[in-house]
């Protein structure tokens, strides 16, 4: 879940992680970076969101155990970060289909390259593959293998929620495995937040949120937000802290299912990437070069970089002619190409000797 600040600081909630860039930086994730809403809120209870808009102080009512009903094609997330068994990162989603297509929020798999998920109503344990994300949006779409038989949400079709209607938050509260309930009441729609990374990689904005009062905490991005027919509103995807009132946003459930069909369709954009991001392998290290280019710490086992001998010491200086100065620059130009696409790639090694490889790319991390 991303976080929105208020006036008793920001917390950073699991779910998602800095994760690798496209090009195998090797960042730092340990499964609680997230987002942050900027804001100056003030008071207990109250605060304001990125747009100005003022959430309620009411008192909220405690999340509870979920239900069967509430369970009902609610499944629980769990990631693995940048090829490290040691960082690792949680959420929710919803099963769409009975053979297994999942919709969460991209933050939710953000950086994984292990992806598990577990479907709530029978206890089953799946692997998950990526069909797209769309980053800006904050929506990402799972397949998981060998799945049948799957119960599946209720997507409302009535259109969006009004404000002072009532609703229920389920999700991965704290990444505990247990799903839970948290009540709440919508109380505005409409609504523009201003997320930061806390990786400091940059703002993006959401726009056209629900806001609600409810408890919605770490754990329970991309899980269902329902109405008081037990059908989907929204998907949770930001969340207050720093008081005792929270003041959480979702995605309406329109806006996310015309993004997850893109996605299905295979139709990639400026937003949507299909599958995984043409990964190079490298991972870049923090050290200044005097000459320029983007110095390298090691590489990852199994990728094009690897395969081709680069390694710490060196330092990539340009791609297909591109020159790189920055990890940034290098993730941009490598995942401008395709899984399987071949570059070639200059670098200098540690003896200052010009070298020039051709290597294929491979898949990487979600970005």
């Known amino acids: 879940t991303t976080t929105s600040s208020q006036s008793q600081g920001t917390t950073t909630l699991p779910g998602t992680g800095s994760g690798t ?3 195998g930086g090797t960042g730092s994730s340990d499964g609680t970076n997230g987002f942050t809403v900027p804001g100056d809120g003030s008071g207990s209870g109250s605060g304001t ?15 509870t155990a979920a239900t069967a009903a509430d369970k009902k094609g609610v499944v629980t997330i769990n990631t693995v970060l940048n090829y490290d068994e040691s960082s690792q990162a949680a959420g929710t989603g919803m099963v769409l289909t009975s053979d297994g297509t999942i919709l969460t929020n991209n933050h939710v798999i953000q950086g994984a390259t292990s992806i598990t998920v577990t479907d709530e109503t029978t206890g089953k344990e799946y692997k998950a593959d990526v069909v797209g994300a769309d980053a800006t949006n904050d929506v990402a779409v799972l397949k998981l ?4 038989g799957l119960s599946t949400v209720t997507l409302d079709d009535d259109g969006e929620p009004s404000t002072g209607d009532t609703v229920k938050d389920v999700g991965n509260a704290e990444g505990t495995g247990n799903l839970v309930a948290a009540e709440g009441t919508v109380t505005a729609t409409d609504q523009d937040i201003q997320v930061q990374s806390e990786s400091g990689t940059g ?20 899980g269902p937000v329902l109405d008081s027919e037990g059908e989907v509103v929204g998907m949770a995807t930001a969340a207050s802290s720093g008081t005792a009132d929270v003041t959480g946003y979702a995605i309406p459930i329109s806006t996310a299912k015309t993004i997850a069909q893109k996605i299905l369709a295979g139709e990639s954009s400026s937003t949507i ?13 923090n050290t200044a070069t005097t000459t320029g280019g983007v110095p390298v710490a090691g590489t990852v086992e ?15 200086t340009s791609i297909d002619g591109t020159a790189v100065t920055s990890s940034d620059q290098l993730t941009k130009v490598v995942q401008s190409h395709s899984v399987g696409d071949k570059v070639s790639v200059r670098y200098t090694d540690s003896a200052g000797t010009a070298k020039t490889v051709t290597i294929t790319l491979t898949a990487g991390p979600a970005a």
Request: aromatic share 2%; proline share 3%; charged share 15%.
């Open 203 to 222: 703002t993006e904005s959401l726009t056209g949120l629900i806001e609600i009062s409810a408890d919605i905490v770490s754990g329970d991005s991309g």
């Open 49 to 63: 969101s990125g747009d100005g808009s003022t959430g309620t102080g009411t008192t909220q009512s405690p999340a």
């Open 21 to 23: 860039d496209g090009t």
């Open 302 to 316: 199994g990728s094009g970089a690897a395969s081709a001998g680069l390694g710490a010491g060196d330092t990539i």
């Open 273 to 285: 990437t299909i599958g995984l991001p043409a990964f190079l392998g490298v991972e870049v290290s």
């Open 145 to 148: 293998e060998n799945a049948s």
